[in-house]
Structures are given as C-alpha cells and as structure tokens.
C-alpha cells in the first residue's frame, strides 16, 4: 500500500505570497491532518479534515487555510507568507475507530525569503 | 487541552545499551499513545503505539508502557544500535470521536558506535 505523499518536496517562496501544498493519503483513509514543524515550536497541530469537513483546528490565524476533496486528497494554503511561515509542513493520514493510526508524509519544505 | 510534556530533550548512549525515553500527558480522556522516530530530512514514521486498555507493549528491540494512574508511558529501546539515532516523539490523543494527537517536544536519540 503506497504510503502518504506530498506535493512539492520543496519550495521558496517571498514575503507577501501565497503557497498551496498537497497531500495525497493512504489509500482508503478519510482523515488527513497538516503539522507545522519548527525547530523551536516542535509539531503544531494546524487542521484535521475527515469527509470534506474540517472538523479540528489548532491556533494558526486564518492565513492558513485548507480543504479537502472527494477522493479524500488535502490541500493547504498559506496566504501573505511571512518569514516565520518557513518550516516543515507535515499531512498525515489516518484511520478511523479502534484500529486509528496516524501516518506521516515526508513534507514540503517551505522556505519564506 | 492536552499537554504532553516528554523527556529527556537530548541522550547519548553507548551502543548496545538501553535507552528510556519518558513521557506524561494532562488529559484523562486520553486513549492512544503513539511513538513516532523522524530521521534527518524525512517525516516522522510510526515505530510503535499503545492503547489505553494496555499496560505494555513490545515489538523486537522495542517496548512501551504505559501507567494511566499516573499519566504517564514511556519507551524502551533496548540493545541500540546506530541506526536508531534519529529524534523521537510521543504523543497523546482520543481514539474516539474526532481523533486528534498532541505531540511531546521530542528526544534527539545519538546511539554513540
């Protein structure tokens, strides 16, 4: 089973624009969640979407924004980057009920110059 | 919220020896407690996980527990080797309803030849 993969690997961006990262989860999971990963703020909890709906959000400012499509597939935007906006951004896709486990992506790297 | 609090921050250990990484979580309500290992440049990957209806849990070089009175779990790495240098972080969440993790800060594991 192909595991959870993100689009771009990489990407610079200049203060003032926005960015768009993709997600593509596990096969047959509904649930994706985004991270941020910093080196002094450690994995941040952005949004969970399960069925097209966000159903969890964490303490970001409405910059960051998300959606999910029917095929379960995620994306995330950045509007007005900022420097502090540089960071690791994680999805992960999860399964539901008892058997709930959560899979990481390799990330998009995100560099705000 | 959940808080999950985890330590050490940082532990060197001579090949072949253990290594206990310690964890505890604020949330009564939480069930799942998942361990992740993140190599340089990768996402975090899944290495073990224990539900709340369960004190221990082993897979080959690798053990958790976990003490619901106390709310706290650790991991157990035994006879490292190389290869398991990477950081390691727990996390702590309802399996229930709308699932949501929350990570410790990580443990920067160096595993010394």
């Known amino acids: 089973k192909a595991g959870v993969t993100q689009t771009p690997r990489y990407l610079i961006k200049t203060r003032g624009q926005q960015v768009t990262l993709s997600c593509s989860p596990i096969s047959g999971h509904r649930s994706v969640s985004w991270y941020q990963q910093t080196p002094g703020q450690g994995l941040q909890f952005l949004f969970e979407?399960?069925?097209?709906?966000?159903?969890n959000k964490g303490n970001f400012p409405g910059r960051f924004s998300g959606r999910q499509f029917s095929n379960s597939r995620s994306e995330m935007n950045v509007s007005t980057l900022e420097l502090g906006d540089s960071a690791l951004y994680l999805c992960?896709?999860?399964?539901?009920?008892?058997?709930?486990?959560?899979?990481f992506g390799p990330g998009t790297r995100l560099t705000v110059t | 919220g959940e808080n999950v609090e985890q330590h050490p921050s940082t532990l060197s250990v001579q090949e072949g020896d253990s290594a206990v990484i310690k964890c505890t979580y604020s949330d009564s309500a939480s069930n799942y407690f998942p361990w992740y290992k993140q190599e340089l440049g990768k996402g975090p990957q899944l290495i073990i996980d224990?539900?709340?209806?369960?004190g221990e849990k082993k897979d080959q070089r690798i053990a958790v527990t976990l003490n619901k009175t106390a709310k706290h779990f650790s991991l157990h790495i035994t006879e490292t080797q190389p290869e398991d240098s990477a950081v390691y972080f727990c996390?702590?969440?309802?399996?229930?309803?709308?699932?949501?993790?929350?990570f410790g800060t990580g443990t920067k594991l160096q595993v010394i030849p």
């Open positions: 979407y399960f069925s097209e709906t966000q159903r």
């Open positions: 996390a702590a969440g309802d399996s229930g309803g709308y699932q949501k993790v929350t």
């Open positions: 224990i539900r709340s209806n369960v």
């Open positions: 992960a896709s999860s399964s539901q009920g008892e058997t709930y486990e959560q899979y």
